[in-house]
């Protein structure tokens, strides 16, 4: 056991009866056990209807921190009476902490209370705002009785405690899902971030800490939720931050409310709270943290308790609240929040609106107009988390094109490694560092055998560029095959050989050593059909393209292709295309290039590399956007022939690429992706995307095709099925109201009505869902 676990007395019903007859002197009619988390607990009865509460201590509790407990409830009792709190009950010396040498030889410390009659607030079923708003003024009320108080044993260290949450990541190992894991974690970094820094700034005192509703106690005999009169149980009871008192009730009303209460149930309690105990602003910017910390604290304490007392159900009786309230909060806007509760408390909150307009005239007047926004109304993005995005404004956003953050925004894992890294050494190639060997082996391992060589670089684009080189270097030459619509980055080599670009706006053609292939796409293409047939004849046009150069003598450097094709519209390739347009590159002396920026890394689900869907295996594979995270890497795989030819005497440097952090980054997304299922998560959640979708396609005309593989899908809007006239305006139209409804979507193809689907791989069947909610109706209105 670590420092914060322990274990639960178990003593016999006959030394249970030996303690109340020989240290308190009393002969009770009944005992009987009552649920307890680190005391062995006993309604004693009796004889003329009194009744007693026998709590037996753990050997995790010192008679310091017993003594501290006996001496607040002391204080509360004197100070809130008639509100009722356990009083404590000498033994017969007078002692208020009594010992007993049970028959194991062991010596337990016990105590005794008066039993406080009420009706716990878990037996309401509809629990009021005016409620609520009791429970924040009473908890306010022991709190302003508590200031000042002082006892040694009041700084005691208790697993409960939101200030100890760090201590829980020794319980996650108690956790089998690695997703649910890595949600805990993320409210771990948040804390470590945002709460420690400003440990010094946050108020402290000895609080309650234990606010949930089987320890507050109503009028009893009441049908309906009658006044707060009471609480009990104060094992959680600790010197901790004065916030996390309303917070933790904060935790646990949120539990038992619905989704549309929330809000209001937390400006009932927080603003109450207040009213009597103001609460100073920086207290309120963190209060959304403490809920999360302590739901951490919740839920690994239950995973714990199951796996070292199974039977002990009411140990784990917020675990399925505890974790559906997680999966919500970590859907909703810190920001959001924060505003609630200011406003909860009478404070004016800054205006989102105008830091935007500074933003946007800031960016107009010092950054390129070529950098374009997205939507009408761009987004002023501060925060992420998992799938979603938050805005200044306090709004979520659930993000389906976000292929950078291939796990999801501020992976703890990744962002862990990062800072770990960077603490310790970050410098460039020409030295020997372990992080460089470690990641390059682990991602070659991805790969088929002939890949042994590895250059790290900084983006898709260097990645891209650096292929070209490559090639270029080992053929000797100059012509180069694409597919139409391609786009393969941003250097000046990449504009020149992406169709994307030099056929778009502000282009200027492909140059004379580029030639197009024709876009092989089964819905639109020059060929139609998701079949063999179909691949044997945009196979056919490669031949030909091949065959004419080759009679002009024109040397080949092969064929740069993306796996799966996005700018040009989320276009998957009939069957085994790839690989037999690569084959007939080979054949003529030149080289296959695989461009796997987008679409790698397990996205397609069935495959960890796009290239696998087809069969196909390519000479040299560039890697980039969701490689790191965010992080910015990128990287080229060959094999030994080819890295080998490359080396001159011209000696390739790269100050940034391959260097220790990046690499750190680089290692711990192929690891998450490993732990957490994610390829395979991928391939469910995927073909549960494309069921849905092709169901919205069966009922709304606009919707000419649904394609994809895994969690890369497009979705073509059409006006007329037959003629596949694009729908342009519309696509634009249902982007724009599905970011108005919270949904992050995009377009793209060669008319721009193509819907990109795009999201982070931990992507889910409710987020699928919450996305299928939204599009129905706003098609509808297109249609």
């Not at 406080?116 to 709190?143: C, H, Y």
């Not at 100050?655 to 469910?684: H, K, Y």
């Not at 895994?710 to 809007?717: H, K, R, S, T, Y």
Request: charged share 25%; net charge positive.
């Amino acid at each position: 056991m670590t420092k914060l676990e322990y274990r639960k007395p178990c003593l016999p019903e006959k030394d249970v009866e030996l303690i109340i007859s020989e240290n308190f002197g009393l002969r009770p009619e009944k005992i009987e056990p009552l649920n307890g988390d680190r005391s062995q607990n006993f309604l004693v009865r009796n004889k003329g209807g009194q009744k007693l509460v026998l709590k037996i201590s753990s050997e995790f509790d010192r008679e310091d921190s017993l003594d501290f407990e006996n001496q607040m409830l002391l204080v509360l009792n004197r100070k809130l009476a008639p509100h009722r709190f356990p009083r404590p009950v000498p033994d017969r010396n007078g002692q208020l902490i009594t010992s007993y040498t049970a028959r194991n030889r062991k010596t337990y410390l016990a105590r005794l209370f008066e039993f406080v009659e009420g009706t716990p607030l878990a037996s309401v079923r509809n629990i009021s705002g005016k409620t609520w708003a009791q429970v924040g003024k009473f908890l306010a009320r022991v709190d302003l009785a508590l200031k000042g108080f002082y006892h040694p044993g009041q700084r005691r260290l208790l697993p409960w405690d939101v200030r100890n949450v760090l201590f829980s990541r020794e319980r996650f190992r108690y956790i089998a899902d690695p997703a649910a894991r890595r949600k805990l974690d993320y409210c771990l970094l948040q804390y470590e971030n945002l709460v420690l820094p400003e440990d010094h700034r946050l108020r402290k005192q000895v609080i309650y800490g234990d606010a949930n509703e089987h320890n507050i106690l109503l009028e009893p005999g009441r049908k309906s939720a009658g006044r707060v009169i009471g609480l009990i149980d104060f094992g959680d009871a600790t010197e901790s931050f004065l916030a996390a008192e309303p917070a933790l009730a904060l935790t646990y009303a949120l539990m038992l409310s619905d989704d549309e209460d929330r809000e209001k149930v937390a400006s009932q309690i927080i603003g109450a709270y207040h009213s009597l105990n103001p609460l100073k602003k920086e207290e309120l910017d963190l209060i959304f943290y403490l809920v999360l910390a302590r739901l951490v604290v919740s839920l690994t304490m239950a995973a714990w308790r199951k796996s070292v007392e199974p039977g002990n159900a009411y140990m784990r009786i917020s675990e399925e609240p505890g974790w559906k309230l997680l999966d919500y909060l970590l859907s909703e806007n810190p920001e959001k929040w924060r505003r609630l509760f200011y406003r909860s408390c009478g404070f004016e909150t800054d205006s989102a609106a105008d830091r935007k307009k500074r933003l946007l005239a800031f960016r107009q007047d010092h950054v390129s107009r070529a950098l374009s926004l997205s939507y009408q109304k761009p987004l002023h993005i501060t925060r992420g988390a998992g799938q979603f995005l938050f805005d200044s404004e306090g709004r979520s956003y659930l993000d389906c094109v976000n292929n950078v953050c291939h796990l999801g925004h501020a992976h703890p894992a990744v962002a862990r490694a990062v800072a770990r890294q960077m603490t310790v050494l970050n410098t460039n190639t020409r030295y020997l560092y372990d992080q460089m060997e470690a990641y390059v082996e682990s991602l070659l391992s991805r790969f088929p055998r002939k890949f042994t060589h590895c250059f790290l670089v900084n983006s898709g684009s260097e990645a891209n560029d650096l292929a070209l080189r490559l090639a270029r270097n080992f053929t000797g030459g100059t012509e180069l095959l694409v597919i139409d619509g391609a786009y393969h980055g941003n250097l000046t080599s990449l504009v020149e050989v992406s169709p994307y670009k030099f056929d778009g706006p502000g282009g200027k053609g492909a140059p004379p050593f580029v030639h197009k292939v024709p876009t092989p796409d089964p819905y639109r293409g020059l060929y139609r059909g998701r079949t063999e047939e179909t691949a044997e004849r945009y196979a056919a046009e490669v031949d030909r393209l091949v065959a004419g150069l080759l009679s002009e003598n024109k040397k080949l450097v092969g064929l740069m292709a993306e796996s799966m094709m996005g700018c040009a519209g989320q276009v998957i390739f009939p069957p085994r295309f790839l690989k037999k347009a690569f084959e007939i590159v080979r054949a003529a002396g030149g080289l296959a290039i695989a461009d796997e920026v987008q679409v790698g890394f397990g996205r397609p689900g069935y495959f960890f590399w796009g290239f696998e869907s087809q069969e196909a295996v390519p000479d040299i594979v560039t890697l980039g956007k969701p490689i790191g995270n965010g992080h910015p890497i990128g990287a080229v795989i060959t094999t030994a022939e080819i890295a080998g030819r490359f080396a001159t005497g011209m000696e390739y440097f790269n100050t940034f690429g391959g260097n220790p952090v990046s690499c750190a980054a680089g290692l711990a997304v192929l690891r998450a992706i490993d732990e957490e299922n994610l390829q395979e998560n991928a391939r469910v959640v995927g073909d549960y995307f494309l069921k849905r979708l092709r169901e919205l396609q069966k009922r709304h005309p606009l919707v000419g095709d649904v394609r994809g593989l895994g969690l890369f899908i497009g979705v073509e809007l059409v006006r007329d099925r037959k003629t596949l006239e694009p729908a342009t305006a519309e696509a634009r139209a249902v982007i724009e109201e599905m970011k108005d409804r919270g949904v992050l979507l995009s377009t793209d193809g060669p008319f721009r009505n193509v819907i990109k689907i795009k999201p982070p791989v931990v992507f889910t069947r409710g987020d699928v869902d919450r996305v299928i909610e939204n599009l129905d109706p706003v098609l509808r209105a297109h249609d």
